[in-house]
C-alpha cells in the first residue's frame, strides 16, 4: 500500500487534488527511437485502440500493462507493421525512413523494415518460430531475408546470437518442438536480435514459463539490454515482470492509455482509479 | 549556491476506492547545499520518507516545486519529465532504502557492480569487490544469490550497490537499520568520502545517533493529524 508511511486520514472528498504537472523533457535532447501518435482502431463495434500515444527514448524499456482485452497486444501488432491502425502516425528514427509515417507504407517496404530493424518476441513460441526446423536455421532465416547466403557467415552469425540469448549452443541444431518453454523463448530472442534491431518488441515474454525459468529470461533481457542498447518495449498483464525489466509503464484499458510514468511511481503511487486497483489487487 | 530549494512541497495520497485524500506533508520550504547533510526528523507518521520518495519521484507531489541545480542546468524536481528524471537517477540522484529487491540468480557480486556497469564504468567487478569487503559480507556469498540471505546481509548487498557510484544529491531512507557494527562504520567511512566529495545527503534514521557526526541541519516535520494542519510546514526547518 501506498499509505504506510502517511498519517491519519481525513475524510473530505478529494477526488480533485492533483499532482503536479509534468513539463517537456528539457535535459533530455536526444531524440525519440520511437513516435506513435494518435493510434486508433475500430474491430466492426469493439474498439481496440484509441487515440494512442507512445514515445520510446534509445535505451529505454517501456511496460505496458493491461488485462486482456485491453488493447496492449493489439498495439504491439501495429507497431510491428503486422497490422494497420483506421488512423495514426509512426515514426521511427531510422536514417532512410526519417520523417515517414510507417503505416502508409506498402506491405512490402513494411516486411523489409520489420526484417531490418524490429525484433518480436510472442508468448506462443509457435508465432514466431518454426517448430520443425533447427534452432540455428530458425535464426539464419532472419539473415536470410537481409540477404545473407553465404552457408558458414549465416552458421557463424546465428551461433553469436544465439549465444547472446544464452542457449545452450549444444543445442543449436535441435528442433524448437523439442526443447523447453524457456528454450524456445530463447531461440524466438536469439531470432529477434539477429540483425541488431534498433527496437525489441515482446509481447508476454515469459508468461507460462516457470519462475525461475521465467527469472533467468528476464535476466538475459536486461544484460542485453546493457550490452546492446537495444530500447524495448514490453507487453505484460504481470506487474512482477514490468518491474523488473522497465524504466517507463503505460497502463491500458479498454484500449485507451489510462496512465503512464515512471515505474516505481506507477505502481507505488498510482493516481487513476483502475490502476489503484490493479496494482492493490496484485499486492 | 543552493544545490536543491524545495518550496511549499507538499504531498496527499488520494484512494479512490474509499474517496479518501491522506495528506502525508504539506507546504515545506527548505534548502540544501552541496556537501550539506540534513536530518529528516519528526515522529512516525509525519511524512518523513514520503518526503523523500516526492523529491526522488516515486510519489508524485501534489503542489509545491524543487529547483534541483542539475550537471545539466537548473530543473524541478516535481514538474521535470520522466525521462529527465531517469537520467538524474542514473547520473547524479540517487535512493538508498532499507531493502534490497534482489532478482533471482543474480549473485551478490552482479547486483553491487550492475549500477558500474550500465553507465559503462571500468573495473566494475573489482570496485565491487572492494565494497562488499568493506560492508563485510563474507566472500563465500559474493557469488551466492542475495534471495537466500539474512536481512542484514541483503543490506550490506544493497548499501554496497547504492553507494558504489558517487552522486550529487543522495536520499538515505533509514538505510542503518539492522546492520553490524562493521558494516555500519563502513557506511559511515563511505558517506563521509561522498560528502567530502560534494554529495548532498536528506536522510531518514531510527537512529540518528548512527551518523550524528555527518549531520549539518534538521528539517523537523511535525505530526500531521486532521484538524491541526496549520501546525505544518514554514519555518519546521531549524538548525541544530
Known sequence: MTVTSSNS?????????????????????????????????????????????????????????????????????????????????????????????????????????????????????????????SSSGNVAERLVLAGERTFATLREAGKVSLAASEFPLTRMDDPPIQLSGGMQQRVQLAKAIALR????????????????????????????????????????????????????????????????????????????????????AKL | MTLLEVRQYSKSFVLHQTERVIPAFQDLTFGLNPGEFLLVAGPNGAGKSTLLRALYRTYRPTSGEALYSSAYGPVDLASAADIDIMRLRREEMGMVSQFLRPRPRVSALELVAEPLLEAGEEHAMERAEGFLDAFGLKRDLWAAYPTTFSGGEQQKVNLARALIRPSRLLFLDEPTASLDRQARAALLSRLAELKAGGTAFMGVF???????????????????????????????????
Request: aromatic content about 4%.
Open chain 1, 9 to 133: 486520514p481525513s475524510h473530505s472528498h478529494g477526488a480533485d487534488i492533483k499532482v503536479v504537472p509534468l513539463q517537456a523533457p528539457r535535459l533530455t535532447t536526444e531524440a525519440p527511437i520511437l513516435t506513435a501518435r494518435g493510434v486508433s482502431r475500430q474491430f466492426g463495434a469493439v474498439t481496440a485502440l484509441k487515440d494512442v500515444d507512445v514515445t520510446l527514448y534509445p535505451r529505454e524499456v517501456l511496460g505496458i500493462v493491461g488485462e486482456s482485452g485491453s488493447g496492449k497486444s493489439t498495439l504491439l501488432r501495429m507497431l510491428n507493421l503486422e497490422d494497420q491502425p483506421d488512423s495514426g502516425d509512426y515514426t521511427l528514427s531510422l536514417p532512410e525512413y526519417a520523417g515517414q509515417n510507417l503505416f502508409t507504407l506498402t506491405r512490402f517496404e513494411r516486411r523489409q523494415l520489420r526484417v531490418r530493424h524490429i525484433g518480436i518476441v510472442y508468448q506462443n513460441p509457435y508465432l514466431g518460430l518454426r517448430m520443425k526446423n
Open chain 1, 197 to 280: 534491431p534498433a527496437l525489441l518488441l515482446l509481447d508476454e515474454p515469459t508468461t507460462g514459463l516457470d519462475v525461475s525459468v521465467q527469472a533467468l529470461v528476464l535476466d538475459t533481457l536486461r544484460r542485453l539490454r546493457r550490452e546492446r542498447g537495444m530500447a524495448m518495449i514490453v507487453v505484460s498483464h504481470d506487474l512482477g515482470v514490468i518491474r523488473t525489466l522497465a524504466d517507463r509503464v503505460m497502463v491500458m484499458r479498454h484500449g485507451q492509455v489510462l496512465e503512464h510514468g515512471l515505474v516505481d511511481q506507477v505502481l507505488d503511487d498510482p493516481q487513476h482509479p483502475y490502476t489503484q486497483q490493479l496494482v492493490h
Open chain 2, 206 to 240: 531510527h537512529h540518528p545517533e548512527d551518523v550524528a557526526e555527518l549531520i549539518d541541519r534538521t528539517l523537523q516535520l511535525a505530526a500531521f493529524l486532521p484538524g491541526n494542519e496549520e501546525t505544518m510546514g514554514e519555518g519546521a526547518d531549524h538548525v541544530a
